[in-house]
């Protein structure tokens, strides 16, 4: 158990709809990286959002959005869903500083039908 | 910009048998670290090490080692004695820091790893 939890674990929706997706960080850390896993792209770093404001972007679409709350927790929101949104999505959260690893979630499978 | 090329989709080992899997990357970041993780059958990320570009050793965590080759640019992940357990899929992985190493990790497509019995 790497100690960062995710909910829910499996979402199944439409195409059009809106969902979001949320975790919790490990105890401390100020740091959170949403990533998505998808059988064409691989693994794609979405955002990265340290003690609530957004430090990076990656491959995140215009669709997507995150935000970081003041207690820490992160959520990942995606609308206007399409087939291809269909994938793993995973959180992970760092130590502060640098060099430290980054500890993943459980992740997320959304299936858009 | 980064990029990690993981040149074995599969590969299939008899238990006990130690295990290479490769991993080439390049950047143009002078300072950088490199990682591994097991993706296991159910799904979730599972860290296994860490190598620095500027350590002066090799980065070793009980069975797995990894093999660092600066100049080559590789990072190769060996498991000594290899258990059925170890059948998954690896990733390699890296991150730069210049500017604070803000940035997400970028992975190599992975290798699957099946332990023959």
């Known amino acids: 158990d790497s100690g960062v939890t995710q909910t829910p674990k499996h979402l199944i929706t439409a195409t059009g709809q809106r969902v979001t997706l949320r975790c919790s960080p490990r105890?401390?850390?100020?740091?959170v990286y949403w990533y998505q896993q998808s059988l064409d792209q691989g693994l794609q770093f979405l955002i990265h959002?340290?003690?609530?404001?957004?430090?990076a972007k990656g491959n995140i679409l215009e669709r997507f959005s995150a935000q970081q709350f003041p207690d820490l927790h992160s959520e990942l929101n995606l609308s206007s869903l399409e087939l291809g949104d269909s994938a793993l999505y995973f959180c992970a959260s760092k130590a502060q500083g640098a060099y430290n690893e980054q500890f993943f979630g459980p992740g997320t499978r959304l299936t858009v039908l | 910009a980064q990029k990690i090329t993981q040149t074995q989709p599969g590969m299939f080992v008899q238990e006990k048998e130690a295990v290479t899997l490769d991993c080439t990357y390049d950047?143009?970041?002078?300072?950088?670290?490199l990682f591994w993780y097991k993706q296991p059958s159910s799904g979730e990320m599972i860290f296994l090490i860490y190598?620095?570009?500027?350590?002066?050793q090799n980065a070793t965590e009980g069975r797995y080692s990894l093999n660092f080759q600066k100049a080559r640019k590789s990072a190769n992940l060996v498991i000594s004695a290899s258990q059925l357990g170890d059948s998954a899929m690896y990733f390699c992985?890296?991150?730069?820091?210049?500017?604070?190493?803000?940035?997400?990790?970028?992975f190599g497509k992975g290798t699957h790893l099946i332990i023959q019995p």
């Open positions: 190598q620095g570009s500027y350590d002066q």
């Open positions: 950047t143009s970041d002078p300072s950088y670290g």
């Open positions: 959002y340290y003690n609530g404001e957004e430090r």
């Open positions: 105890s401390g850390d100020l740091s």
């Open positions: 992985a890296m991150r730069g820091y210049s500017g604070g190493g803000a940035d997400g990790l970028t």
